[in-house]
């Protein structure tokens, strides 16, 4: 799959892929650091064929994981020797969920796919000082949720946790999800990178602070005219409900949990079978509120 390639700053390089996500890459002087790695290996030539033309092919590499959803981390499999950094939550979470949504989602891999996963993680932040590159632990979007700071030219990788027109949620923790966006604004850089949405402006982290606000504050939110805005509202309304059905069950199972296990079982309370798991998204989409928790209460005490 190629990429539309465009180079910012005085060593950014922007990965720009037709389903409208990115990974970026930072020309350190001691080292290369790509941000995220797409879909799987195939994705992944144009990263590679770059960086060969560019005569940087011996230069040490570091694979940074913005957060553990497939389509960031799908392509580490083509960097396996490569140091690969996560937080450490990004480490739970992708070997939780890897397997699944492989299966789920495998129609979206580019070329053959195989979990890899990182191979270092941190708690708070790992820096690079000979590089001017820091990835700090910033949850929000996922508990695992994490971002690149590049000093040198004053840019933020920011992943998933900025987006337009407005954010997808898949943690239940909003009051932190705030806080993190009010730090991301507040840092002193002159350019913010979101994966799906490119370069973005304080104006929309700010709508995307207001939003998440009406969320917890459990104000009535309507996006009229703007049809994509209230679909992902009406989405992100259950994905909470999915986190909490999860933590939930978590703490029922504790070692005995398994995520795949536990979405199976789930879907099948509301008569969604293993093969038609494939269109999760559109299930979620129509099944209102009351029925996900009806299905929930009978999958938690019948199992």
């Known amino acids: 799959m190629k990429a539309e390639v465009k180079e910012i700053g005085e060593r950014g390089v922007i990965f720009q892929y037709e389903d409208e996500n990115l990974v970026y890459l930072i020309k350190g002087e001691e080292r290369l650091y790509l941000c995220d790695t797409h879909e799987g290996p195939e994705s992944m030539k144009s990263v590679k064929n770059y960086i060969e033309k560019k005569g940087f092919q011996n230069k040490e590499m570091i694979i940074f ?3 553990s959803d497939f ?5 580490n499999c083509a960097f396996e020797d490569e140091l690969i950094i996560g937080h450490k939550y990004n480490l739970e979470r992708f070997k939780m969920r890897g397997q699944y949504d492989l299966e789920m989602k495998g129609r979206f891999q580019k070329g053959d796919v195989e ?8 708690n708070r932040k790992i820096s690079f000082i000979d590089d001017n590159i820091e990835f700090i632990y910033a949850p929000g979007h996922t508990i695992c949720s994490s971002i690149c700071i590049d000093k040198k030219d004053s840019v933020v990788y920011a992943g998933d946790l900025i987006e337009a027109p407005i954010p997808v949620i898949l943690w239940d923790d909003l009051e932190q999800y705030i806080s993190t966006l009010k730090y991301i604004r507040n840092l002193s850089v002159d350019t913010f990178i979101a994966s799906h949405s490119g370069i973005v402006d304080l104006k929309l ?6 939003y998440l606000r009406n969320l917890f504050e459990k104000n009535q939110i309507i996006f009229t005219g703007d049809e994509i805005a209230q679909k992902r509202h009406e989405a992100n309304k259950k994905n909470l409900l999915m986190v909490i059905f999860e933590s939930l069950a978590r703490k029922k ?14 879907w099948n309370e509301l008569g969604v079978s293993y093969n038609d798991l494939k269109n999760e998204y559109k299930y979620l989409i129509e099944t209102e509120e009351k029925e996900l928790e009806k299905a929930f209460k009978n ?3 019948n199992n």
């Open 115 to 122: 979990l890899v996963y990182p191979n270092l993680t941190f």
């Open 71 to 75: 389509d960031h981390n799908w392509g």
């Open 253 to 266: 199972f504790g070692d005995e949990f398994d995520y795949h296990t536990f979405k199976i079982n789930l």
């Open 205 to 210: 982290i700010n709508d995307n602070i207001k």
């Open 299 to 301: 999958y938690y005490y």
């Open 65 to 67: 994981n913005s957060h």
